[in-house]
Structure formats: C-alpha cells, structure tokens
C-alpha cells in the first residue's frame, strides 16, 4: 500500500476518472470536485490517493472549499497511511466533507473535535426490472413552456431537503432551473391531469446518470406515484443504453431509502459534512 501524491491536476483527473468509471462511489461528487478544479473555478493546495496495488482506495483533496476523502473503502491501514501524511493544525477550523467511514477513524486517529452533519447514503442501480402497477398516470420530459406549472414543486423540494438552513436564494434556484429546463434532463410525472412528482437527471461519464432530486407533492405521497414515476424513468434509461444510476438521501429519511430499495437500488456508501 503506498501513497500517492498529485503534483497537478492533470494527474490527478487521471486517477479519479478511473474511480468515476469503475463504479459509482462518489463519482458524481469526485466529477464535481475535479470539475471544479480542472475548470480553475477552485485551487487545489494538496491531492494524493491511497493505493493498494493498483487499487484506489482513497482519493483526498484539500481546496479552498474544503477537504474531500473520496472513496468506499473499509480498509483502516489505507486510513492510517492517508492519516499520517496529514497535519492536524490544516484541519482544525476547516470543513471536511466525503466518506463516514474515511473520516471518523482519520479523525479518532488525530484525536480531533467535529461536529457532524448532513449524513447521507449514497445509493446506486445497474439494471433494472419493470413492475407494472395499474396506478394511472404518464411520465414527461419537461420543456421551457412547463416553467410555470412546476417552479413550486422545485422551491417545495429545496425547502424540505434543507429545512429553511439553505444558503441558496429562491431567484438562484428557479434561474438554474430555468436552465435545466433547456437542457430536457427534467421528468415530471401526471396523474388525474396534477402534476404529483419532479425528477432531475444528471448525466455523467461512462453512461452513468445521477439524480439530483426527486420530489412527488405531499398530498400524492404514499400511493406508490413515486415508484411508478421512477420506474418508468428507470426502464427509459437503462433502454437507452445507461449502465449507471445513482443518488443521495438523507440517513434519516427511512422512507426515500425504503423507496429506493423497493427499485433495486443498494447501499454503496455513507458521507457527511464535518466541521472540525
């Protein structure tokens, strides 16, 4: 097992589109953040990977933003190397983001206070049975015409997933959306003439595809409208030739997991947000 460093961000992109397209462990969050870097739209101070043999365990990045531990490894020794090569006082005072299991052990390890928040499990599919449901209703591409018919579900999900503690304004949200509606990677779902239920998609290297959010309005919820809706999407996707979906959710949402879980999905990995 050895350590890595990247001296530029040429190699590490090299490193981390091997992550990205060997499987979806925070391949979504590792495009961001290398996107970000490779861009100029975040400087990187310090990157280096754990490495056993020739594979990766873990990816670290310390940016302006923060710092990033990506990886789905369960392997303490590569915690214990990547722990050894960091300096306590970088940290402190800092914001550390990625894999639950990465940062409680690195640190136990370095004996640093944090605060935990914002736990969420990353959750992934391959394939994809259909199973038909006699619910009612027909999934649609949403178009820039349909801005005004689905700005609310939009400001309702962000609303829910972040409790009033978002830092993004309501103009901010519904101006990206207003782009995401150019780009045909919104779903909404129709039953009874009511728009019930808001999907996004994000599409990734390598055939994957992530969804941002999905939201279904609370008076449509628990009537299996969010399966069906995400089943046909599903079907959609795999057939037209996505290897790939993930998602987040909340730890705490038992529910969404429950959901998930009822379509295929598993468990690939937890993160968190730590203040240290």
Same mark, same amino acid.
């Given at each position: 097992m050895k350590l890595i460093e990247y001296p530029n961000p040429s190699i590490l992109l090299q490193d981390a589109?091997?992550?990205?397209? !060997?499987?979806?462990?925070?391949?979504y969050l590792l495009f961001e953040s290398t996107d970000r870097i490779i861009n100029g739209k975040e400087d990187l101070y310090y990157g280096c990977s754990i490495k056993n043999d020739n594979n990766i365990e873990i990816i670290y990045l310390h940016t302006e933003g923060a710092h990033y531990f990506f990886g789905k490894t369960n392997n303490i020794d590569a915690v214990n190397l990547l722990a050894k090569s960091l300096i306590e006082e970088k940290l402190n005072?800092?914001?550390?983001f990625g894999s639950t299991f990465i940062i409680d052990n690195l640190t136990k390890l370095k004996k640093?206070?944090?605060q935990k928040t914002r736990n969420r499990n990353y959750m992934s599919l391959n394939s994809y049975i259909p199973n038909d449901t006699d619910i009612p209703g027909e999934l649609l591409i949403a178009r820039e015409q349909d801005y005004d018919l689905l700005t609310q579900l939009r400001l !309702?999900?962000?609303?829910?997933?972040?409790?009033g503690k978002g830092v993004q304004t309501n103009e901010k949200i519904l101006s990206e959306f207003q782009k995401n509606l150019q780009s045909g990677d919104i779903y909404y779902y129709k039953a009874d003439n009511?728009?019930?239920t808001l999907i996004s998609i994000t599409r990734l290297p390598a055939n994957q595809i992530y969804l941002p959010y999905i939201f279904t309005n609370h008076e449509f919820r628990r009537k299996g409208i969010s399966k069906k809706a995400l089943g046909i999407l599903f079907q959609k996707l795999f057939n037209s030739g996505i290897t790939e979906i993930g998602l987040n959710v909340k730890v705490s949402n038992?529910?969404?997991?429950?959901l998930?879980?009822?379509?295929?999905?598993k468990k690939i990995y937890e993160t968190a947000i730590y203040e240290c």
């Open positions: 589109i091997s992550v990205i397209d !060997e499987n979806f462990v925070s391949h005072g800092t914001i550390l640093l206070n944090v !309702e999900f962000y609303t829910e997933e972040f409790g009511q728009i019930t038992t529910k969404a997991i429950g998930f879980s009822s379509l295929g999905m």
